[in-house]
């Protein structure tokens, strides 16, 4: 069912909940029992059909049979060599033990998908009593209650979002946060992606609040699909399987014969019928180190990419990776590391470039003052522009940044995430690699104007503790979208003229980062005596006659390694593809890096 362009009372109607009291216990309890646990499903298949089913093709057949009557001939008549059948039996063991290994390590790893799952989550039952309950107790009809920083425990249709972003990596590859709405869509088909009054499962709100009713759980939801379509791999026969198959089967019918041959000829010489030697006669034309030979070079293949953190659930996937001739490769998150930082700032007409990169808020600020001269910032009062941008960038925020360290082999990495927009996030870094939050600590919020998707930027008024009736705005967003709203610019501590031609200039230099694969943000304050009354017009009133303070080029830097691997594929006569839903500037240039 689409639930994405249906009514919201069509869809109340449908799963029997009201969007104010929720769910009772009673209701919940019968439907976990009828729908089973909000969880991403566990691979439940047998163990002949995970382990033994793809190791047997018809050449392994051959031998086990052979082998089978080599032995009854042995026992039963006294014939033949048991030497012969340990060495065919060896073989055989030799390759299920290789891929069984293989098999059971990625069913072992697999299980990692289920820590998408976030452990508790908040729903409305009981009459509208907010209730923490555990994730996999989810069910459809639910009303979850969301908050900056949670993670979606399950499909569900948007019924309130104020300010709503939601950072969807995990389905679409994205970092760039989605903005949610609550109407229904009027396309009948809208990919994940575009589902703007929708929130999935394994994702999380990275700013805003909202309330939403659970429509899919478990294996219903996307990611849940995801998993299934991992869980249920085929294991069908690839090329070389089938080709190892045909031949066997041309093989056997040839071995057979020559049996027959080779036993009549034995007679017709010696006039003694001995089965058992001919049968070992024909197993000696058997090529013995075939199967082998093609379990070690594609278990070499899968220890090669192993080292890498890559998954190999079939043995025999590593042949059809390696008749791959073209590769599509999303940007975001997958030749790029998902993590932004700035990289430049421009203030009136000096340029600063900033060390360090990701989150840690570690770097250093270097005035550039020409290309083979630049100065290291030391005193931000000497730049009071540039002061001036990094306030402004820090608190027209709604992100955070934090250290999350991983501990991978008892060894711990130090790590920093964000909470909320990585662009927002990029700039509460920048702010932190030089200043400190005492620096605002006498700032003091009144006011926000959220983004806004058609007008492309964001303002909050703040007012400064212990000057009454003086407020400051700080607005941040596209370039274009704040330029045309500013008269003046900041030189030093001077408010001039944005006349015209310097705009321009400024224009000319935010296209030339674009072109080199930038994401720029200008960033603009004013002073003012008093906050319009609220109206239609208040927020154009506050937004007008800004004072342009400059802009910052934000980089979200190809992963290490990356340009090595495509050259390696176009090496290897692999084509690569780039899917991006950037504009085609910064596409071009990220592809050229």
């Not at 209730?131 to 499909?155: C, F, M, N, R, S």
Request: proline share 4%; net charge neutral; charged share 25%.
């Amino acid at each position: 069912m689409k639930y994405y362009n249906q009514k919201l009372s069509q869809i109340y109607q449908d799963l029997q909940t009201d969007p104010e009291q929720g769910l009772s216990s009673g209701q919940a309890t019968s439907r976990l029992k009828r729908d089973g646990p909000n969880e991403i499903p566990k691979v439940s298949r047998g163990f002949i059909r995970i382990y033994l089913a793809p190791l047997f093709n018809s050449l392994i057949l051959i031998y086990l049979i052979g082998a089978l009557l080599m032995y009854i001939f042995t026992r039963v008549q006294g014939q033949g060599s048991l030497s012969d059948i340990y060495t065919t039996l060896a073989i055989v063991a030799v390759n299920m033990l290789v891929a069984i290994f293989q098999q059971f390590r990625a069913t072992k790893k697999l299980k990692a998908l289920q820590e998408l799952t976030a452990p508790t989550t908040t729903v409305i039952r009981n009459g509208g009593e907010r209730i923490p309950i555990k994730t996999k107790e989810v069910v459809v009809g639910d009303i979850l209650d969301l908050q900056q920083g949670d993670k979606i425990p399950a499909d569900a249709r948007l019924i309130v979002a104020a300010n709503l972003e939601v950072n969807e990596a995990s389905l679409t590859g994205e970092s760039t946060p989605s903005q949610k709405i609550v109407g229904p869509l009027v396309n009948e088909k809208v990919p994940v992606g575009d589902r703007e009054n929708m929130v999935f499962f394994g994702t999380y709100v990275t700013r805003g609040t909202g309330r939403a009713i659970v429509v899919k759980t478990g294996a219903n939801t996307e990611i849940g699909k995801i998993s299934t379509g991992l869980k249920e791999a085929s294991t069908s026969d690839i090329p070389i399987q089938k080709k190892m198959n045909r031949f066997g089967l041309w093989l056997g019918g040839i071995l057979a014969i020559l049996w027959v041959v080779i036993a009549l000829f034995t007679w017709i010489l010696s006039g003694e019928t001995n089965i058992a030697k001919s049968l070992e006669a024909t197993m000696d034309m058997m090529p013995i180190n075939i199967p082998l030979l093609s379990a070690i070079v594609m278990i070499t293949g899968v220890l090669s990419m192993a080292k890498y953190g890559v998954i190999i659930r079939d043995l025999t996937s590593v042949d059809s990776l390696g008749r791959i001739s073209i590769v599509c490769s999303d940007k975001t998150g997958t030749l790029t590391e998902s993590k932004m930082f700035v990289e430049n700032v421009r203030v009136y007409e000096r340029i600063y470039h900033i060390t360090g990169n990701g989150y840690r808020p570690e770097g250093k600020f270097h005035w550039i003052k020409s290309d083979n001269n630049s100065e290291e910032v030391k005193d931000l009062e000497e730049h009071s522009a540039l002061k001036k941008l990094l306030i402004a960038a820090f608190l027209n925020n709604n992100a955070s940044i934090r250290k999350k360290d991983i501990e991978i082999d008892k060894k711990v990495i130090e790590n920093w995430i964000t909470v909320g927009s990585p662009t927002e996030g990029a700039l509460v870094t920048l702010y932190k690699k030089i200043m400190d939050d005492n620096a605002v600590s006498d700032h003091k919020l009144v006011k926000e104007f959220p983004f806004d998707s058609q007008i492309k930027r964001m303002s909050k008024v703040f007012e400064k503790e212990g000057i009454p009736e003086k407020y400051v705005v700080y607005s941040k967003g596209a370039s274009k979208s704040i330029i045309q709203l500013c008269s003046k610019v900041l030189k030093g501590t001077d408010v001039i003229e944005f006349y015209d031609g310097l705009k321009q200039e400024v224009y000319n230099d935010i296209n030339n980062h674009a072109e080199q694969g930038y994401r720029v943000l200008s960033i603009a304050y004013k002073e003012i005596d008093k906050i319009p009354l609220d109206s239609d017009s208040s927020r154009f009133s506050i937004e007008s006659n800004l004072v342009y303070l400059g802009f910052v080029t934000i980089v979200d830097p190809p992963r290490e390694g990356v340009k090595d691997s495509v050259q390696e594929c176009y090496n290897a006569g692999v084509d690569v593809v780039m899917i991006t839903g950037d504009s085609p500037k910064t596409a071009k240039a990220i592809a050229k890096q």
